[in-house]
């Protein structure tokens, strides 16, 4: 595993751009030299691995409703997330936020923050974003979520089911360590956002 | 199949937020009532339909590739076209556009035209945008390339390679189709694009 000094903009120098032209984080290589970058599409790499896929859908009911609800995961709430960082905050610094469009990112925050009601209402009547089961979904709420507590965004109190459905999350231990490598640097959980 | 009028507006109303809360089409309805929206989740669903998957990939590596280059017909080409759109011009009409960033929208047009050159060099490489199989990823850079031309933001000349495999999709009789529908109206190729 490379780490990509983000702070630096290692991600936005000609070196990673060669190896992902969005330059963004995580980019996963294979041992033939393929590159795949891309949450999702990691994900779709690694969950087909055993041919038994548990986070992206077993059914075409499954598959349309996930692949649904974790691109309404990226547009409502992380993807907004990571612009209002990159816009409206100091982001990365100004040796990589070379652009910003303050009002744009701060309408990006709004729209995250009515992501979280949105999710609450969908955790209100069902155990996971995408249904009965844990998916890639989830995991990109949590994403979603995380980022947020670094940048001072909290879930409102008053979204109840979203909030009981995160510390549920937070048990699992994918996520413990997750919490725990976000806490040594607000702009890691930028990794799959897109600028 | 129900109609959306977008210049109207309908698809920004409550009773099409209620099925769709990102206010997107298309939007499939299951005879259940499940509702699938986002055109991702769509093709996932009727591509695994019979079991035998063509557009969103065979194998792991197909799968990662084919989402992966997805995403980047989405990010630097599709949805950059429709935020240009919906800030930079008149996009939809008063009624529909209450708030524009144009700044925004000329900085992602200029965002697609990058997307263009990027496009040209991977097709001068394969036959298709994902690799050696038509997929996904090709339907969405024909239809951000349809967008384009709506919106006259035409290919350069110098990008031979997209320019070669463009002209070759046209053959496809789902595109020739496709073409037909949008130049009924300039607001269809908005279609899947995030707002």
Redesign the interface.
């Known amino acids: 595993m490379a780490k990509v000094k983000l702070r630096k903009g290692e991600h936005k120098q000609a070196g990673f751009l060669a190896k992902n032209?969005?330059g963004t984080v995580p980019l996963?290589e294979?041992d033939d030299g393929?590159l795949?970058?891309?949450c999702?599409?990691?994900t779709?790499?690694?969950d087909?691995?055993d041919g038994a896929p548990t986070l992206t859908?077993r059914?075409?009911?499954e598959?349309?409703?996930?692949?649904?609800m974790n691109?309404?995961a990226e547009?409502?709430l992380l993807d907004a997330i990571s612009v209002y960082f990159h816009h409206a905050t100091p982001g990365l610094g100004p040796n990589v936020e070379i652009?910003q469009?303050a009002?744009?990112g701060l309408?990006q925050r709004d729209k995250a923050l009515k992501g979280m009601e949105?999710f609450d209402a969908i955790l209100k009547r069902q155990p996971f974003v995408a249904g009965e089961v844990f998916s890639m979904a989830d995991i990109t709420v949590i994403a979603g979520l995380i980022f947020a507590g670094l940048l001072k965004l909290p879930v409102p109190a008053e979204c109840e089911a979203l909030l009981a459905w995160y510390a549920r999350m937070q048990e699992r231990p994918s996520v413990k360590n997750r919490v725990t490598m976000s806490r040594t640097s607000a702009a890691s959980s930028a990794a799959c956002a897109?600028s």
Chains 1, 2 share one sequence.
């Open positions: 032209y969005s996963l294979l393929t795949i970058a891309e999702t599409a990691i779709e790499y690694f087909a691995l859908g059914t075409p009911r598959k349309g409703l996930i692949h649904m691109k309404r547009l409502e652009y469009n009002e744009w309408r949105y897109a």
